[in-house]
């Protein structure tokens, strides 16, 4: 895995001034895409776009196989950060029940070394807005 733009990612997510929600229709003002883990990365990497507007079905936003490459990671593994989170028993979470504070955690793991992308709900705080390092 590429660590250092896992945590540009990371970084990015921290400092984003807009809602963070694995499922939300917010849209990204600057590039179309939705307020998840894919379109904060379209933030750092504009190649990742597809022009399209916001879709459920994210693939259309933007580009997994590039991210998959910016990242270090397996088409399996994005899908697992973007597409389908998973919680530490591996076990599917709804989009909904992941926030700001979860994305975080989970990218400073694989930053920290872990090779496997879990969302763990201890690490999720109320306030989805609130912003942590």
Known sequence: MNTKNIAKLRDALVRAKYDFNMGTSEFNPKCGSAGCIGGHACLIWPSLIRGAKFSYEFERVFDQCILAERLGMTSDEIHD??????????????????????????????????????????????????RIK
């Open 81 to 130: 950060l973007c597409f389908n989170p998973l919680n530490v028993e591996y076990e599917t979470l709804g989009y909904y029940e992941v926030d700001r504070a979860m994305a975080i955690a989970c990218l400073n793991r694989l930053v920290n070394g872990e090779d496997q992308i879990y969302f763990d709900l201890d690490d999720k705080v109320q306030n989805s807005d609130k």
